[in-house]
């Protein structure tokens, strides 16, 4: 209790980083919670922040040489991982009648960066909380204006495993891309919304400003 009280203050004293929206009109940006063990059988504790790696960076400032890697995994955890990486299109993928292509963001994303921050995701450990919507999003990562963005619709807070977001990204990324030419360049560009039943979205889009 009192380790988790010390982590919570230091964290109000860590983190000055504010969210680089990668919204559209009707949305409500919120900071991200999550909630994990920093140490092997030390206790649950929460870290905000305006995206995952924000979160990482507050966390390695309160235990220097942090990052998601290093932190405990849980069976959940691994199980969820090993999903991903699963060679059968029928386990535990996103309904693909609940995707929409070219809606979500303020425009198509580079699917190179968007694979990257999939990647990204499937290494964060924990739980990933946003408060209740509708329409409650929270930024989950973004680099070369390519954002990825998850949405709670439903009116009480919701929290999932943070890697569960790497496959309705991936969604995305795989339903929803055109190529383009440039010189002998080729450019794959994506945007899309995968909803869920259980009242939630995840978006992969260009965000309004710049990352």
């Known amino acids: 209790m009192m380790l988790t009280s010390l982590v919570s203050g230091m964290l109000l004293a860590a983190v000055s980083v504010h969210a680089i929206p990668a919204s559209f009109d009707g949305m409500t940006i919120s900071d991200i919670t999550w909630t994990g063990q920093v140490v092997e059988n030390g206790p649950m504790v929460n870290f905000s922040g305006p995206s995952l ?3 990482e960076q507050s966390i ?3 235990y220097p040489g942090f990052t998601w890697a290093s932190a405990p995994r ?3 955890q691994d199980a969820a991982t090993a999903d991903l990486h699963s060679s059968d299109d029928s386990t535990d993928i996103p309904t693909p009648s609940l995707l929409k292509c070219w809606e979500g963001g303020a425009g198509d994303a ?4 968007i694979n990257e921050g999939v990647n990204y995701l499937q290494s964060v450990p924990g739980w990933c909380n946003n408060g209740p919507g509708p329409n409650n999003c929270g930024q989950i990562s973004c680099s070369y204006n390519s954002a990825i963005m998850w949405c709670n619709h439903n009116p009480y ?11 309705y990204a991936r969604a995305v990324m795989t ?3 055109y190529t383009t030419r440039e010189s002998a360049h080729y450019n794959v560009w994506t945007r899309g919304t995968q909803n869920d039943e259980l009242g939630f979205s995840v978006i992969a889009a260009k965000p309004n400003q710049d990352c």
Do not use: E, N, R
């Not at 580079?110 to 960066?113: E, P, T």
């Not at 807070?157 to 496959?167: G, H, N, R, V, W």
């Open 175 to 177: 339903g929803c891309h």
């Open 110 to 113: 580079d699917s190179v960066h």
């Open 53 to 55: 790696y924000a979160i």
């Open 60 to 62: 390695a400032a309160v």
């Open 74 to 76: 849980s069976i959940d």
């Open 157 to 167: 807070p919701y929290k999932t495993l943070c890697q569960d977001f790497a496959k």
